[in-house]
């Protein structure tokens, strides 16, 4: 088996990039995969950046048996020993993509079907049928009526290929896998999402804020 993690980032790396990049390689590593860190718009140039996250199905990674996407915000929880790749799931999907999912199925209610998966953009774990199945409906026309308004972005995007492809595997990964920073039972989580929120109602602060926070007690390793 040949696998590699993939992230991805336009502009230049913050600190927090840089920092989870440095997570995510060593972890890869650990693994015995390849790590790639992807930059600029390399998927399409006239959408936004979490589109170009949509890269990971090109033929370039054809060579690998399974490719994952993580947002260059996940760090590994301190002494995770779980394997992504031995996993079965393609994403992740909470209340929040079902959420997405009804507010797509009004404005365009011919490009959204409840009957395929809406997964997050956090973290994807796709083998290489699945991404040739996805790749071959890659076509502006099949989604440039939902890259806008902005918060469908890349998720609505793989939801209309999934459709379109006529792939209804439902295999969703762990909650573990993309676990909220502010979220309780950190302690369990695989991968580490560091978002604005302290908790769950908020207050909010800086990712880097949290992530140092979580440094302190012991949640991620320097």
């Known amino acids: 088996m040949k696998n590699i993690i993939l992230q991805h980032w336009t502009g230049a790396l913050g600190e927090l990039e840089v920092l989870s990049s440095k997570n995510i390689k060593k972890y890869a590593e650990k693994l015995d995969a390849d790590y790639r860190m992807l930059r600029g718009q390399v998927f399409r140039k006239e959408l936004t950046p979490p589109c170009q996250k949509l890269y990971m199905l090109d033929e370039e990674f054809d ?28 994403g992740k999907t909470t209340e929040i993509q079902d959420r997405l999912l009804k507010s797509l199925q009004k404005c365009h209610p011919a490009l959204a079907n409840d009957d395929y998966p809406y997964w997050g953009g956090a973290v994807r774990r796709m083998d290489r049928n699945l991404r040739r199945r996805l790749r071959k409906h890659i076509n502006a026309e099949n989604w440039m009526p939902i890259s806008k308004p902005y918060h469908f972005e890349d998720e609505g995007i793989m939801h209309r290929l999934m459709t379109l492809a006529d792939v209804k595997d439902t295999t969703t990964l762990e909650r573990k896998w993309s676990h909220g920073s502010f979220e309780k039972g950190i302690e369990d989580a695989a991968l580490i999402h560091i978002r604005t929120k302290i908790a769950a109602e908020g207050p909010k602060r800086t990712k880097i804020e949290n992530y140092r926070d979580l440094i302190k007690r012991g949640m991620i390793e320097e």
Do not use: A
């Open 63 to 90: 060579k690998y048996d399974v490719v994952v996407m993580l947002d260059p915000d996940m760090f590994t929880r301190k002494g995770m020993e779980d394997n992504i790749f031995d996993e079965n799931g393609i």
